[in-house]
């Protein structure tokens, strides 16, 4: 699966747009460019490319070429210039081809949430921040008399309850639109990118989950229509309506409850769901119905509480579906762990290395961050070595502490040569 990502990423970059005139610049190629990027994120390692410039001056080969199929490696400022004017979206096809790969092979059967739904948490998240560096792509907020320049993109992504892996869906940038005189705002990204690429999916399958700032009469009345399914969590405090009619009805005693006690390893749990169907989203005439779900978990030794989450859904709420349905919408919790964490703390690098750029540039590099994310998640499932050799090293540091000093001093022919050298050295039973 390795080399045929990288085939497939080689394919779309080679296709990238080059806007130089020609002349003589062109020792390197946008493809290339692209390449190293994206060696920097699989390998996590922000001196990758630097140590590969070193090894090619020694060796006369070296990593960047063997594994990720980059010619002649461009210094950082060129990788930035070559790059800046690509649109990210000329790597969107990637993500679908890898998915698709992914579910033909059948690794994706048993990812999915309550009814066999496939669970696509649509969340916001901002990457970039800055007083002074800014783009025309920078969404601008004044703070005072200073403006703030940000980047946030949704980054979809395939959970499933009981699965600690995220399958990564081609992202929608939150950016100021073509055409449009306002900034753009997540809620507007949502929409776009549903409205592309909803017809992915079988109708029907799909479940979307989102926090409380989607579950609104609009977000949820368009997926309805488009035959989407949501569980969004659901506050008080944004939903004053709603929660007068739960009030109500509790006092009538019209709120069904259920309740399951769990053993968690450590300790014994009280699991209490309360639930209701067909509530109305907001106060107007052409208000919606929605049921409306809440879990509570206390420890039953020192009665204290340790989970509490309200729901919005329009999955049928019954005393059989309610805890798989609360477990699909919890799945949600992944995005924030595996996915805004790799975003976020991957970030760093990416402006460290390259810089921002006047166009796409802080918008491409994300997106190959996160088709490395992708491709690491694509290994997990389907390379026998990369999982025994992850698992004999324990943290994900270790891993990519050790790819990094590897590849700085050794060349390897191939990515499949690296993992059986770290086999071999680890003492690991080579995989069948
Ligand atoms: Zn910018």
């Given at each position: 699966?390795?080399?045929?990502?990288?085939?497939?990423?080689?394919?779309?970059?080679?296709?990238?747009?080059?806007?130089?005139?020609?002349?003589?610049?062109?020792?390197?190629?946008?493809?290339?460019?692209?390449?190293?990027?994206?060696?920097?994120?699989?390998?996590?390692?922000?001196?990758?490319?630097?140590?590969?410039?070193?090894?090619?001056?020694?060796?006369?080969?070296?990593?960047?070429?063997?594994?990720?199929?980059?010619?002649?490696?461009?210094?950082?400022?060129?990788?930035?210039?070559?790059?800046?004017?690509?649109a990210p979206?000329?790597?969107g096809?990637?993500?679908?081809?890898?998915?698709?790969?992914?579910?033909?092979?059948?690794?994706?059967?048993?990812?999915?949430?309550?009814?066999?739904?496939?669970?696509?948490?649509?969340?916001?998240?901002?990457?970039?921040?800055?007083?002074?560096?800014?783009?025309?792509?920078?969404?601008?907020?004044?703070?005072?008399?200073?403006?703030?320049?940000?980047?946030?993109?949704?980054?979809?992504?395939?959970?499933?309850?009981?699965?600690?892996?995220?399958?990564?869906?081609?992202?929608?940038?939150?950016?100021?639109?073509?055409?449009?005189?306002?900034?753009?705002?997540?809620?507007?990204?949502?929409?776009?990118?549903?409205?592309?690429?909803?017809?992915?999916?079988?109708?029907?399958?799909?479940?979307?989950?989102?926090?409380?700032?989607?579950?609104h009469?609009?977000?949820?009345?368009?997926?309805?229509?488009?035959?989407?399914h949501?569980?969004?969590?659901?506050?008080?405090?944004?939903?004053?309506?709603?929660?007068?009619?739960?009030?109500?009805?509790?006092?009538?005693?019209?709120?069904?409850?259920?309740?399951?006690?769990?053993?968690?390893?450590?300790?014994?749990?009280?699991?209490?769901?309360?639930?209701?169907?067909?509530?109305?989203?907001?106060?107007?005439?052409?208000?919606?119905?929605?049921?409306?779900?809440?879990?509570i978990i206390?420890?039953?030794?020192?009665?204290?509480?340790?989970?509490?989450?309200?729901?919005?859904?329009?999955?049928?709420l019954?005393?059989?579906?309610?805890?798989?349905?609360?477990?699909?919408?919890?799945?949600?919790?992944k995005?924030?762990?595996?996915?805004?964490?790799?975003?976020?703390?991957?970030?760093y690098?990416?402006?460290?290395?390259?810089?921002?750029?006047?166009?796409?540039?802080?918008?491409?590099?994300?997106?190959?961050?996160?088709?490395?994310?992708?491709?690491?998640?694509?290994?997990?499932?389907?390379?026998?070595?990369?999982q025994?050799?992850?698992?004999?090293?324990?943290?994900?540091?270790?891993f990519?502490?050790?790819?990094?000093?590897?590849?700085?001093?050794?060349?390897?022919e191939?990515?499949?040569?690296?993992?059986?050298?770290?086999?071999?050295g680890?003492?690991?039973?080579?995989?069948?």
């Amino acid at each position: 699966m390795f080399k045929r990502f990288m085939t497939r990423l080689r394919g779309y970059a080679e296709r990238f747009p080059d806007v130089r005139k020609g002349g003589n610049h062109q020792l390197y190629t946008v493809s290339d460019a692209c390449l190293s990027a994206f060696g920097v994120f699989f390998t996590q390692s922000p001196s990758f490319l630097a140590y590969q410039r070193e090894m090619r001056v020694r060796q006369g080969r070296d990593n960047a070429q063997s594994l990720f199929g980059v010619s002649a490696i461009p210094c950082d400022n060129q990788i930035r210039n070559l790059l800046d004017p690509v649109a990210p979206s000329h790597v969107g096809g990637l993500y679908w081809e890898t998915f698709a790969d992914l579910q033909a092979q059948g690794l994706l059967d048993d990812h999915h949430g309550f009814a066999q739904q496939w669970l696509c948490a649509l969340d916001g998240v901002q990457y970039f921040s800055s007083d002074a560096i800014h783009c025309d792509h920078c969404t601008r907020r004044l703070k005072g008399d200073k403006t703030r320049y940000t980047h946030s993109v949704i980054a979809p992504v395939l959970v499933a309850p009981g699965h600690d892996y995220v399958i990564s869906l081609e992202p929608e940038f939150i950016t100021p639109q073509d055409g449009a005189d306002k900034q753009d705002s997540e809620q507007a990204a949502m929409r776009r990118w549903l409205e592309q690429h909803t017809c992915r999916f079988a109708p029907g399958s799909l479940t979307v989950l989102t926090d409380d700032l989607h579950s609104h009469q609009p977000a949820c009345a368009w997926l309805r229509e488009h035959h989407c399914h949501f569980i969004m969590v659901c506050l008080p405090e944004s939903h004053p309506f709603l929660y007068e009619q739960v009030a109500e009805l509790t006092k009538l005693k019209l709120i069904r409850e259920i309740v399951a006690t769990h053993w968690n390893g450590r300790h014994r749990e009280r699991w209490t769901y309360r639930f209701v169907n067909d509530v109305l989203l907001r106060d107007s005439a052409d208000a919606i119905t929605v049921n409306w779900c809440e879990l509570i978990i206390v420890r039953e030794d020192t009665q204290a509480q340790v989970y509490h989450n309200t729901f919005i859904t329009d999955h049928r709420l019954t005393d059989q579906s309610v805890a798989p349905i609360v477990a699909s919408g919890r799945a949600r919790w992944k995005t924030e762990n595996e996915n805004h964490n790799t975003l976020k703390n991957h970030g760093y690098h990416l402006e460290h290395n390259f810089g921002h750029g006047q166009q796409h540039l802080a918008a491409l590099l994300l997106s190959l961050n996160l088709l490395a994310f992708l491709l690491h998640t694509v290994l997990t499932l389907t390379d026998a070595a990369y999982q025994q050799v992850r698992h004999a090293l324990g943290a994900r540091r270790t891993f990519f502490d050790d790819i990094r000093t590897l590849t700085r001093y050794l060349y390897f022919e191939s990515w499949a040569a690296l993992l059986a050298f770290m086999s071999h050295g680890l003492e690991l039973d080579r995989p069948p």
